[in-house]
């Protein structure tokens, strides 16, 4: 081991005792159920393995080149000379770095490198020198204090409510602090963040300046810092942010979001609230950071308030692939079953959001489908919103793309950048951080959640535990995993049984197989031999006393599944959508003749997959036989003809990554 890995070991085992240490301190109460660290699984996965290292060489070193080339750098550089004009567009440009850090942070935990550490903490230093003497750092406002920009208002915090985003700046800090610090061991980053918390602490709060935060991410950034600190004026700062939302005065009858307070999820107390409602990226960052307050504080009226809004979304308003807020104006969800397909919008940052939220759900109440629909969206909605090259995104994610229809919201070909650029910058901080999803604990039982080839260290019953599982997923269902411990142990072993593979599209009634009834067994073998299992919440649970060398096989039958959505949604009438394993397909125009939307499909269509190692970075397609209107639409009175064409569908992921041309999802039964 040379100098610098054992420096790095030392310090990150450095801070894990620290964060041990402060969350021994800081807490009695929290999620009943733990996940084990990303940095305790090491992947060797062919899905997910070359994505994450892309997004090390590719996705990150970009984000930070386009953070320089854009000015979001030399905002901090202004700031701290106090002097210059804001060069960018957004005053919440600042957290495009702090993202960025965060993900390079999290990179630095798993995969040391020396210039891209040294280039952070050069990063890490301008921030600093940007930060006013009582920890205010908000480069919009601080460059020049007399003529801040526009959103920000004359003075600090007046516009926080509406656009100023000072405590969403601040929130997206406290995450990339607190990463900073727990794969460095370094305080550099950490000392801002909390000096920044600091000022928050005596500037709101009861008898002080009372506001709900316009954008909601403060409230998850605090707890972060609490988990580190053992500071309880942290969370009961989170917490006051949270019950803050709903005392305003608004015109409840006035149907204009804005002014009603739905768009800033204000319009009742979140006790109160039963709906997904509003923008979708707030929407989801408040149900987070209200999920880890009731996990610490033991909130149940939180906890039943995000039940109902959870029930909710998943019931009415997220689209097939798990995309979610289908309104363009003001990125937010509409009403009920309104998803409509042509306009959809479904912001990449949005996905994200419920991949945290779900996580957050699943570590509550320990229910498989919380984990059935983070996985819906982590391999289609939210994996859709980063190209195959690492460095071109999607903002929205569309459900249709036709040549003879136009929408200013709607994207046709991936861009290296946005002005608004939180969605690439979110992306690159939650790949290097999803092996943290596959495995959680709870006492003796040990939850397997993601199927991911990976070895995994960890403790279960308070004894060493190392666990290999190898599987080609998502394109196959036969999954092995080798059980390792260092001497024979009790514990229970729960399996995810996905809902795919019980007969559930997803875990509400929204969208079903229509053959759902038609489901395959699931196989499971313990050392080749069947095991016996029970099922609760949907995890297949194995009890038993397991020896070194173990070995647990599942096959999880892969048919292709049509899926229809409710009567209620209205756009998806006579149409049916095409799903395989946890993947939702698409048919692309350099597959069907350019014209994939003038495609009809039949019920009884059947689709055969086939391997294509050389296609979109190895993908399995889905190659079939539908129809196609004529080009010369003959009519015979009212009927129209069709010609019989081959129809090829690729995974919706993978789409727009060979130029600009139609796409759709969902397909016209003819």
Not at 80 to 88: I, M, P, S, V
Request: charged share 25%; proline share 6%.
């Amino acid at each position: 081991m040379n100098a610098f890995m054992k420096k790095f070991v030392c310090c990150c085992c450095l801070a894990a005792s620290l964060l041990s240490s402060a969350i021994t301190l800081a807490q009695q109460k929290d999620y009943p159920i733990s996940p084990v660290p990303f940095t305790q699984v090491r992947l060797t996965d062919a899905f997910w393995s070359p994505r994450i290292e892309r997004n090390r060489t590719v996705t990150i070193p970009a984000s930070f080149s386009r953070c320089e080339t854009t000015g979001r750098v030399s905002n901090f550089v202004m700031a701290a000379k106090r002097q210059g004009k804001f060069c960018t567009k957004f005053p919440f440009d600042d957290t495009d770095i702090y993202k960025t850090i965060e993900g390079a942070s999290y990179s630095l935990a798993v995969h040391p490198d020396t210039a891209l550490a040294a280039y952070v903490d050069a990063l890490i230093d301008t921030i600093g020198r940007a930060q006013e003497s009582d920890g205010y750092l908000y480069t919009a406002r601080t460059i020049d204090s007399l003529h801040p920009h526009p959103w920000s208002g004359p003075d600090r915090w007046v516009k926080e409510h509406e656009l100023s985003h000072e405590l969403y700046n601040s929130g997206h800090m406290f995450e990339a602090a607190a990463a900073h610090y727990l794969a460095t061991g370094k305080r550099n980053f950490l000392d801002i963040a909390l000096r920044n918390a600091d000022l928050l602490v005596r500037t709101f709060g009861p008898g002080k300046r009372e506001v709900a935060p316009g954008h909601e991410i403060v409230e998850m950034g605090l707890v972060r810092l609490y988990r580190l600190t053992g500071k309880k004026e942290y969370l009961d700062l989170a917490k006051f942010f949270i019950d803050a939302r709903g005392k305003r005065s608004y015109d409840r009858s006035n149907p204009d979001e804005w002014k009603n307070g739905e768009y800033w999820q204000d319009d009742k107390p979140v006790t109160q609230q039963d709906v997904a409602e509003g923008h979708a990226v707030r929407a989801m960052y408040l149900y987070s950071g209200m999920a880890d307050v009731a996990a610490l504080t033991g909130d149940k009226q939180y906890i039943d308030a995000i039940d109902r809004i959870w029930d909710d979304m998943a019931g009415k308003k997220i689209y097939v692939q798990g995309g979610i807020g289908a309104v363009p104006d003001g990125e937010r969800f509409g009403d009920d079953y309104y998803l409509p397909n042509a306009t959809a919008y479904n912001e990449t940052c949005a996905a994200i959001g419920d991949v945290f939220w779900n996580e957050r759900m699943f570590l509550l109440h320990g229910d498989a489908k919380y984990i059935d629909l983070l996985e819906k969206v982590l391999y289609n909605g939210m994996l859709s919103g980063v190209g195959l090259d690492g460095k071109s995104f999607f903002y929205t994610n569309a459900m249709q793309v036709r040549d003879d229809f136009s929408h200013n919201a709607l994207e046709r070909e991936r861009s290296g950048w946005f002005e608004c650029s939180c969605c690439p910058t979110n992306v690159l901080r939650l790949l290097p951080s999803i092996p943290g999803y596959v495995y959680a604990a709870k006492g003796e039982d040990l939850y397997i959640n993601l199927f991911i080839s990976s070895t995994a260290d960890l403790t279960i019953g308070g004894r060493t535990l190392q666990i290999v599982q190898q599987n080609n997923y998502p394109w196959d269902g036969r999954l092995s995993f080798t059980l390792k411990p260092a001497s024979p142990q009790n514990f229970n072993l729960r399996i995810r049984l996905p809902g795919w593979a019980r007969g559930q599209a997803i875990p509400t009634n929204l969208y079903s197989f229509q053959d759902a009834s038609v489901t395959a067994p699931v196989e499971i073998r313990v050392n080749g031999k069947p095991g016996r299992y029970t099922m609760e919440s949907g995890y297949a649970i194995l009890s038993r006393q397991w020896r070194p060398g173990d070995e647990i096989t599942l096959n999880l039958p892969m048919p292709v599944r049509k899926v229809v959505a409710i009567p209620q949604v209205i756009d998806d009438h006579d149409q049916m959508a095409i799903q395989r394993g946890p993947l939702m397909y698409c048919a692309e125009w350099k597959d069907n003749a350019d014209k994939p939307g003038k495609m009809r499909l039949m019920g009884d269509d059947h689709f055969i997959p086939e391997n294509r190692p050389e296609l979109l970075g190895g993908v399995t397609v889905l190659k079939g036989t539908g129809a196609m209107i004529d080009d010369k639409v003959i009519q015979e009175g009212s009927r129209i003809l069709y010609r019989e064409i081959p129809v090829t569908l690729i995974p919706y992921y993978a789409w727009a990554n060979r130029g600009k041309g139609e796409m759709t999802v969902w397909f016209p039964e003819r």
